[in-house]
């Protein structure tokens, strides 16, 4: 194979794999962001859904399981989180930020016996099968996760634009005089979409402990909880550009690592902070002093 | 039926009630202390029962809380050693946030400010060494300033969101960061750690004599009272808390919005780009991937902890930063992880973010009248 498509192998590999995390965790976020409030705290929730994940699949062999309590898990944050910025004139950045470090530190407090020990992973769907190359073979080996993922973006499409519920997190999300005046709970769809949107996140956190790297330790994220406020925007809020939004960060990611496998190991820091500063130009470029942007959420306290 | 006559009448009784309640300044500052003094004894009280639940003596813990942090002198040291950063990151929160902007990136501006305090200091070999500190610190609090004020001009010009523009720049300026720190400027002898090369022991800071404490403490604590009194005490001060509190009103009173916004955020951000100098001058010697160490991210928890108020910065970071101090103690001699402190840490900030809804709820701190 020539040097352009051992990268280009070597990126989609790291591009499915390093995306699914930003996948879920973006996913949730844009739930979340939807219905009108921020939540910086999925970056705790990442964190803490990669312990428990391992953990369960530790204790239960089963890497599924791991995956639902992960979810659960961050459900629970996310229901921290989203309770205490219903109370009146709570900061729902700040408060974002104290979860975060609730989550990450309680991930590392009762992590700290799983670092050694080694769970069963969730298995991987071989689809380079029709391929002779070993690497195209490797790259191709996909998550169930990554399908999961991007079932789920369409099926939040779909929530969003088609459900009556869906209506409703719109509603809240755009113009709590609306909501009000329909009698809705805004306080109560917020709690609901966050607690779900940190499930989501959660589960993007079991993918990192459980597939790729697929082990448990106190550096495994990198801090793709806080990215996804970056991707949601760089997506404007719309679930199926999310998914798309998280294969160029993964891409933009794995580029890096592909690189160097044909010997250039300099300034792919500089790839990496590509989507960064494209979302950058395009917030720049897009939006008008007066003018909110498009597709953002009209309650959402990072647009006023 | 209201008439025009009737309206200054009604309005009077309101008028002398609140020259009558001379007590209610000392009340709202009495509420200020209560409602975070509250918080912070719920958080206790949860994390006790969270130990409790893991069989250990939530009585046993607080004591080597107490002794960790500010038991003897030594622990004190160390406590105001983890202070000292965060009182500058704060800043970085605090400044723009009287213009009512949330800026969350003052961890870029801490790296970038501390790699070019490590670049300025590389050419200056054998120069006066006060003299290469005060370059050292003039470049970090310049690139700190000019990458929050960059915030603040998409804010301004733009009207781009500020928490997300720095958010982004935050993650461009540590790409930036470790681009240089594995590249260009990179040590060839630093293999582990890939680092620059060193600014030299003769211009580190050394300790305040008679102390292990390093210049950061009295610089972060000056840099605190001065901004107290710029917010509190100045025309300037003034009007960005005007523009902080209604956008509107202050562009009908010409004051310079725009400006006040780029100046805001250039003076925070000079403030985290000299934390970054401070680590790199005295603590690291050179500047590698232990400046990226979240202080950015707790400045902006000890910012709204403290309200904004540069002078309540100071007793927030001071406790975060005894907490943090008596990690080790409670590794040793209550075989607890050392991640304990920072579960602690979550619970007090989520209590005291959340005390904030309690303020104007209680009607004993609130103007009395004779209503």
Redesign the interface.
């Known amino acids: 194979m020539g040097a352009l498509e051992t990268v280009t192998v070597a990126m989609v590999a790291g591009a499915l794999r390093v995306s699914t995390p930003f996948l879920f965790v973006s996913l949730g976020e844009c739930l979340t962001e939807r219905s009108g409030r921020i939540n910086l705290g999925n970056e705790g929730v990442l964190v803490l859904g990669a312990m428990v994940g391992y953990a369960t699949s530790y204790h239960s062999g089963s890497p599924w399981l791991g995956i639902v309590a992960a979810a659960l898990a961050g459900a629970v944050l996310g229901a921290v989180h989203g309770g205490t910025c219903s109370l009146a004139r709570v900061n729902d950045v700040a408060m974002g930020i104290a979860v975060m470090l609730a989550g990450t530190g309680i991930a590392f407090f009762f992590g700290k016996p799983y670092v050694q020990p080694s769970a069963p992973q969730l298995p991987r769907i071989p689809l380079g099968f029709w391929a002779t190359a070993p690497q195209v073979r490797s790259a191709l080996e996909v998550s169930p996760l990554f399908f999961l993922g991007i079932a789920a973006a369409f099926a939040l499409h779909w929530f969003l634009r088609a459900t009556r519920a869906g209506l409703r997190v719109r509603i809240v999300g755009d113009s709590a005089d609306a909501a009000r005046a329909l009698g809705l709970s805004i306080d109560r769809v917020r709690l609901l979409a966050t607690v779900a949107g940190s499930a989501l996140a959660g589960i993007g956190g079991s993918f990192l402990s459980l597939s790729y790297p697929g082990s448990w330790n106190e550096g495994l994220s990198s801090g793709q909880g806080l990215m996804a406020v970056a991707l949601v925007v760089f997506a404007r809020w719309n679930p199926l550009y999310c998914a798309v939004a998280a294969l160029i960060f993964g891409a933009a990611g794995a580029l890096g690592p592909s690189l160097q496998t044909v010997g250039v190991t300099k300034g792919y820091y500089l790839f990496y902070a590509a989507p960064y500063v494209l979302t950058l130009v395009i917030l720049a470029a897009t939006v008008r002093p007066g003018r909110a942007l498009r597709g953002m959420p009209g309650e959402l306290s990072i647009g006023r | 039926m209201t008439t025009l006559a009737d309206v200054p009448a009604a309005a009077a009784p309101a008028a002398r009630a609140d020259a009558a309640d001379r007590l209610y300044p000392l009340r709202r500052a009495a509420e200020g202390v209560a409602a975070p003094l509250a918080a912070l004894l719920f958080a206790a009280a949860a994390f006790a029962i969270f130990l409790l639940a893991l069989g250990k003596s939530p009585v046993a813990f607080y004591a080597l809380v107490w002794k960790g942090a500010f038991g003897t002198w030594f622990s004190i040291q160390n406590t105001l050693q983890r202070a000292a950063p965060l009182l500058l990151t704060a800043l970085c929160v605090a400044i723009p946030a009287q213009l009512g902007l ?1 800026i ?1 990136g003052g961890e870029g501006a801490l790296v970038l400010g501390g790699l070019a305090a490590t670049v300025a200091a590389l050419p200056l070999n054998g120069v006066w060494p006060p003299l290469v500190q005060l370059v050292m610190a003039l470049a970090g609090a310049a690139t700190g300033a000019a990458w929050i004020a960059l915030t603040g001009l ?1 804010r301004a ?5 500020e ?3 720095s ?3 935050a ?2 300026g540590i ?2 960061f ?2 240089m720190v ?2 260009p400027l990179r040590d060839p002898a630093s293999l582990n750690k890939p680092s620059t090369w060193g600014i030299g022991d003769a211009n580190m800071l050394g300790p305040i004599p008679g102390t292990e404490l390093h210049p950061g403490l009295p610089v972060g604590v000056i840099a605190c009272v001065l901004c107290w009194v710029l917010i509190y005490c100045t025309s300037t001060g003034f009007a960005a808390r005007v523009t902080g509190g209604n956008l509107r009103a202050a562009m009908l009173q010409g004051l310079p919005v725009e400006r006040l916004i780029v100046l805001a955020c250039a003076l925070g951000g000079a403030f985290a780009g000299l934390a970054g100098m401070i680590e790199v001058a005295a603590v690291h010697g050179r500047a590698n991937a232990s400046l990226i160490a979240g202080y950015g ?1 707790s400045g ?2 000890i910012a ?1 902890l403290a309200r904004h108020n540069p002078l309540g910065i100071i007793p927030m970071a001071v406790l975060l930063g005894g907490i943090g101090a008596a990690g080790g103690l409670l590794q040793r001699r209550l075989d607890l ?11 007090i ?2 209590a005291i ?2 005390s ?2 309690l ?1 104007g709820r209680i009607a004993w701190f609130q103007p009395r009248g004779d209503r």
Do not use: K, M, S, W
């Open positions: 949330v969350i998409l010009r733009r009207g781009v969101n928490t997300v523009a958010l982004v720049l993650y461009i790409a930036l470790n681009h594995e590249g991210y902006i928890l709204f992880p050392d991640a304990t402190v920072v579960v602690l840490q979550g619970f900030f989520v973010l959340a904030e809804t303020y």
